[in-house]
Every structure is written in C-alpha cells, then in structure tokens.
C-alpha cells in the first residue's frame, strides 16, 4: 500500500490474491524467486490522458482518459473500457488486476487490461456521446491495435459507444480491424457476445450448483443491476427453470414475488437499452412488484444470489441477512461485488461462491471468440459460439475445482480460480525472462 497510497480497490483485489499465492509460492519456491506476484502487482504501462469534447450547448468540457495495460504475458492486452463518473485510477487497476487472472482462465491467450473514463454517459444526447468517444479514440488509438491491446465495453460502454470508438479508429488508421470487441453484427461482432457473461456466470453457477448435489431448477434469485449483464443472467436463469425475482440500478431496487418472466425482462431491456429509463418504472408497469428506492436486493428472502452491477455492491451486514434467510450460494456477475468481510462470512458458512474472474469470464471468453473469428474472416452461428461459450465455462469450472477443493463436500473457488489463473501467466513470464 506505500506504492499505491490511497487505492483501495487495487490493494483489496491485490490482498485477496496475495492471501492465496503468497502461502502457494511457498511451495512453489521458483515463482517466489522470481518475484512474480510482485511483477504482475505493477502495471507494464498506465496511460492517462485529457478528453476535450463540446457539448449540445456548444460548452467546452473535460474528462480524463485512462488505459491500465497491466500484463501481456500470454496474449495482447485484453479487458474492457468503463465510462462512469466514479472511474478512477485505483478501480481500473482493480479491474486490470482481475483481468489477467480471469484472461488466463479462459483457456485463450489474452493479457490483461483495462480503461474508461470519469465521463457519465447518463442524461448525454447521442450527439454528445458521439463526440466524447471520438475524442476518446483519437488518444486512444495511439496505444491500442490487434497485436497490442483490444479493448471491449463494460459499465456504460454498450454497443452504442463501440460503434463510434470503431468508427473512429478506422478514421485514424485507414485500417478495418479486429481492434475492439463487442462490435454490431454488421461490423464483425460476434453472435453471442452481448449475452456471454450473463450467460457465462448461469453456465457456472449449474456447475457450481451440480458439484455440490443442488440444481438450478425452481431456485429463487436475486439479482442486481439492470444492465447487459444483469439482462442476460435472468435470461439464462428462465432457461435453466429458475425464478428471478429482483432487478435494480443506482437509484434502488425491484421485487416481484411472481418472478420476472420473458415479457418482463423484454420490457427491462427496452427500459434499459432503447428508452435509456429507471428501473422504479418497472413497478410502474406491474402490479405485482414494488420498488425500494435506495436499497439493494440483498433483503429478499432468496436462495440465490446474483451481484451483477458493481464493485462492493454486496457488504457484510447484507451477506449475513442473506445467510439467514437460507441463501445458499452467491455467484459473481460484476467485478468483485462482494467485500472481504462478506466474503469472510461465506468462508465461515460455507456458502457456494463463484469470485467473478471465474464467473463472468464469458464475456471475455466471447470477445476472444470474435478475435478469433475477424482474424480468419468468418462468423460463427449462435450455436457453436454458445457452445463453445459453455465448454470455456466448464473447463474453467474444473480448473478451478482442482486448485481449489477444500473436502469432499467444498470448493473454495476463491482459491482455485486464483491458483489456475496465476500459473499459466507465471509460467509464461518466466519463460520470458526478467521482463
Ligand atoms: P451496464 O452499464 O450495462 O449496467 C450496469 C448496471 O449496474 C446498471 O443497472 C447500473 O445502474 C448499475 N450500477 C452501476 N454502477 C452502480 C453503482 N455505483 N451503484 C449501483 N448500481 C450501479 O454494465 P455491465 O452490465 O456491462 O457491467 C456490470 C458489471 O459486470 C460490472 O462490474 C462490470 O465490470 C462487470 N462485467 C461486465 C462484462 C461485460 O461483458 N459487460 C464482463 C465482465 C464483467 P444505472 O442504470 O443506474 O447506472
């Protein structure tokens, strides 16, 4: 923390890790005498640079760029690009950090990164968004490409946003590549990718949920955030005979007893997606459901839990009244949703727990996909993409079950998706020697 003074998230994700490898490296005497932990704990290189972009009224306004590129042991830089107002260096170090580690799980070869801005996307026009992505890619496209670093989106960086960044790098460059990922369809996206990681984390909570003798069928969920991957975790939840009852964003949450069916989630993401609306709108239209405004989901009475919006959205008061009110597994759909003392908590009670670098690693996986498709020119069907999406999710399943069983009855997926993910990346650097 003396080298990073006053990056909370970064040190947590980075403490959560240590506690893992440090004992490992023990015993694993070669990683320690390299140094790995402490390499891969310093970015290769973090650029950080201004946005200058005018608004409707034709004000000049300010935002500050970021693109953490913290490790290119196994592959290009790969993570995606955050606009929101709370951005700053300390979280996308965070997420950058995760990346590498989740990248590595995913059995492709693809470093780690991560970007964004303090921009806020909510209230802009098109034609402002517009402008602020291109003003974005113009420093952007300086340190990024297909060899280098191919980012993709993530909180409030949807299909829209990559468009115009793609866009405007095809500009700069004069060059039609495979340099971000999330693309349209029309533009060599990939099927799929816009419901990998909600789908994804489902794939992996079955997984979960078989390994320890429960099933997903008739579960009752509760699920946060009212985004992509919040949209398409409750989409694979009704597959699976689940019952999602919760859906929330930053001004409060929903609970309809009756369950969120395909009807309703068809009105949540035109809410979310076309009308750009508020989640309360939802208890507007239906009856049976009511809003709480400023709260989380974590007090409905649920089996399942689904953080799917942000980080430390999943504190340790709310983990305990989930605990007594007979949760039995908690699975990541957000980047390290789940604080230390909630995740103490689950420890303690033996909760299933999925960390998200193991269970949201379906979008990245999926964006890996559309690489591999735009550099061979070709596009998959939905089918084999969502089937090679669940074989990537099982395999990261039993990867992490063999680092990380604790008895017959127990798997600290913590451990094990932190221990699968750090050996191919260690290996591959030390193999590359001291860089
Ligand atoms: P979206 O922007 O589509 O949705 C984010 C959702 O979370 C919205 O409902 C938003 O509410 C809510 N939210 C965001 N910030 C906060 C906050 N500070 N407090 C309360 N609610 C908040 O993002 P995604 O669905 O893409 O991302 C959600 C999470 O999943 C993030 O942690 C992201 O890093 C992670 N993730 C995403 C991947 C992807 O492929 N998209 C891949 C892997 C992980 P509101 O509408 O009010 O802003």
Not at 68 to 92: D, E, W
Request: proline share 4%; net charge neutral.
């Amino acid at each position: 923390s003396a080298r990073n003074p006053g990056e909370t998230e970064f040190i947590q994700a980075v403490r959560e890790v240590a506690e893992v490898i440090i004992p490992f490296n023990e015993e694993n005497k070669k990683y320690k005498e390299a140094n790995i932990l402490e390499r891969m704990c310093e970015p290769e290189r973090a650029v950080i640079f201004r946005v200058p972009w005018v608004d409707d009224q034709g004000r000049n306004q300010i935002n500050r760029g970021f693109r953490v590129q913290m490790n290119s042991a196994i592959g290009p830089y790969k993570g995606g690009l955050r606009f929101h107002p709370t951005v700053n260096l300390s979280i996308l170090k965070f997420l950058a950090f995760e990346q590498v580690f989740k990248n590595s799980l995913t059995t492709l070869p693809l470093g780690g990164g991560k970007g964004g801005s303090d921009f806020d996307p909510k209230g802009k026009s098109d034609a402002e968004v517009m402008r602020f992505c291109q003003s974005f890619m113009t420093e952007l496209s300086k340190h990024i490409g297909g060899f280098t670093d191919v980012p993709a989106g993530d909180i409030g960086v949807g299909g829209r946003e990559i468009g115009y960044m793609f866009g405007q790098y095809k500009r700069l460059r004069n060059e039609f590549s495979g340099v971000l990922t999330g693309k349209g369809l029309q533009y060599g996206g990939s099927l799929i990718r816009t419901e990998a990681t909600g789908y994804g984390t489902v794939y992996f909570a079955d997984e979960v949920l078989k390994a320890h003798g429960h099933s997903m069928h008739g579960k009752v969920c509760a699920v946060s955030g009212s985004g992509n991957v919040a949209q398409y975790t409750i989409e694979k939840l009704l597959h699976l005979g689940a019952k999602p009852v919760t859906v929330s964003d930053s001004q409060g949450y929903v609970y309809d007893p009756e369950g969120i069916d395909e009807e309703k989630l068809a009105f949540i993401k035109e809410l979310k997606n076309e009308k750009r609306g508020r989640i309360s709108e939802f208890a507007g239209k239906y009856k049976s459901a009511t809003f709480y405004k400023e709260l989380t989901p974590w007090n409905a009475k649920i089996d399942l839990a689904f953080p799917c919006a942000t980080q430390n959205e999943l504190p340790d008061y709310d983990m305990q009244t989930l605990i007594d009110n007979g949760c039995i597994g908690v699975f990541e759909g957000a980047n390290m949703p789940t604080t230390e003392g909630a995740l103490d908590l689950i420890r303690k009670n033996r909760i299933l727990f999925s960390p998200g670098k193991a269970s949201n690693a379906g979008g990245v996986a999926t964006s890996g996909l559309e690489m591999s498709q735009n550099s061979m020119r070709l596009s998959w069907s939905s089918e084999e993409v969502d089937k090679k999406l669940k074989e990537i999710m099982v395999s990261i399943h039993e990867n992490c079950e063999r680092y990380g069983r604790i008895d017959d009855d127990y798997v600290d997926y913590v451990k094990g998706a932190n221990i699968a993910g750090y050996v191919k990346v260690a290996d591959a650097m030390l193999a590359q020697g001291h860089v």
